[in-house]
């Protein structure tokens, strides 16, 4: 397969990965799958339902993995995300994100005509309008009542604020159907002093306590919804039905550590040294627009692991370079070496690319396009 042929698509199946060209997004299936099944074993352990969040890795197939390992559905942050997983997958969708806009608003009516359809809901303001639209086209939605629990960016702010909510949406002429609650525990990562499990004591409390609220006042609340990937093992420890981890698949820099290491972390942007000219650095062929220029995760430096080159750092990134540094007494870096890099934030690397590539035992065995790349209304 010449290098030109490779760019077709699919072409490269069948090509070493160590032979593709450089920068290029690679997945180790069995490493992807590995995570898979753990976080299916873990869910199925607790009996808790697994909706795992598509935003991270935008593709149908590593989405159709999830599905066969036992996911019930798919998370996702847009409505054009949803459209896309709807339309290819008619799977179950939970929306996690405000439904704002008469845009946004026709085309969740559309997709909850399609498949069965969850959204988050943290506004009246925002409740109505998507009722009233749903059921102009006479359908419905689920609605789970989203409470802050400390990320401190979307959900209601109380447990009180909550039911007021909850109340809200039941009192709407249809449309909306409440189910319950859900909570996103993002605030919780590694890399501070605490373990990221240690804080979810708080939003288990803060969760029981709406619940109990919830019950008084007679709402329904069959489906509470939370887990984050940093939190994912500690889940049951807090009165959730389902999870929504999306980062766990893939993993990065990030979050390749606590319950996970970097071995567990499938993802890795296979690069090439293409300049050494000043002393003591090196430059690879990628750069912020390959692997995001996602911030250095807390407690860490730089802007990826360099896998298997622990003299080496990347220091900072321009748009196409990657600065590397070799430390202190670092074996030599040449031009034309390849290096392997787990990225600082898998989810915004990938939204980064057209297409990554599937390999197994270092031989690629299908390309995946990132089909809701782009896909931010
Ligand atoms: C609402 C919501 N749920 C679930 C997730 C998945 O979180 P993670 O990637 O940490 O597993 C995210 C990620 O940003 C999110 O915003």
Redesign the pocket.
Known sequence: VSAVSAQRAGAAVGVPVAELETPALVVDLDVLERNLARVASYADEHGLALYP?AK?HKTVEIARKQLDAGAGGL?V?KSEEAAIFARELGVPLVL?YPIVGAEKVERGAEIAGEVPLTVAVDSLEAAEPLAAGLRRRGVVAEALVELDVGLGRTGVATPEDAVELAAGIDALEGGLSLAGLSV?P?HLRHGGSADPGAGIGRVGERLTETIERFDRAGLRRERVSGG???TLFASHRTPVTEI?????ALLDRA?GRGDFTLADCALRVQATVVSTSLPGRFVIDAGAKTLSDAAPPAGLDGYGFIVGRDDLALAALSEEHGHGEALAGAAGVEVGDRLEVVPNHA?TCVNLHDRIYGARGGVVEVEMPVIARGMVR
């Open positions: 969040h991270t998370t942050a996690h996103y993002g984050s990937t940093a929504r981890p999306g980062n766990y979050e989810c």
